[in-house]
């Protein structure tokens, strides 16, 4: 039996995953685009990897600079989310419409100001997947801050509500009353 892509798309909805942005510069300017199919690979070499549609503007600047960020957002960063979640955005209007403030690196990488964790990737390499690539990079710098991350879940924006509680094996044997 086949499975239809509402289907594959409302089960892999039910996985709760932080919200990045992917940035690039191109020609001087910030693109960036938002993902949460983010992931480590590996830890030696320390390795990333993030999939990006073939028609995301984002991914031909990813092919040609090989250099990209990875902001984690915090939990106040829901605006910038949804304006670079949006194809067809002029990246010009991100500090107007969405508060979004970038500082650059040595390598003039775009860096947005209050994300959780920011990782400096190089391109390691890239493979083909259906109607995505997989760009596979190595993390050459990190910076992480306190706070709360933004989550995606079932399609709508999450905030981590509190701790959940240990299960009564992990918090040891029962006390009786007295």
Excluded: W
Aim: hydrophobic share 40%; aromatic share 8%.
């Amino acid at each position: 039996m086949a499975v239809t892509q509402a289907e594959f798309r409302s089960a892999l909805g039910s996985f709760a995953t932080g919200v990045t942005v992917i940035t690039v510069d191109y020609e001087g300017e910030v693109h960036g685009m938002t993902a949460n199919a983010f992931s480590s690979v590996s830890l030696d070499p320390p390795l990333v990897l993030v999939c990006v549609d073939h028609r995301a503007r984002t991914h031909a600047h990813l092919h040609a600079k090989k250099r990209f960020g990875v902001n984690v957002l915090a939990e106040d960063q829901r605006a910038i989310s949804e304006y670079y979640a949006r194809p067809t955005q002029d990246h010009r209007y991100a500090e107007r419409e969405a508060a979004a403030h970038f500082d650059r690196t040595a390598h003039g990488t775009p860096v947005l100001n209050g994300a959780l964790a920011y990782l400096e990737c190089r391109l390691h390499s890239a493979q083909d997947a259906g109607d995505h690539t997989i760009f596979i990079a190595e993390v050459e710098e990190v910076v992480v801050r306190e706070g709360d991350p933004l989550l995606y879940h079932r399609g709508e924006y999450r905030t981590i509500g509190g701790s959940v509680a240990e299960s009564p094996e992990a918090q040891g044997p029962a006390k009786s009353p007295r």
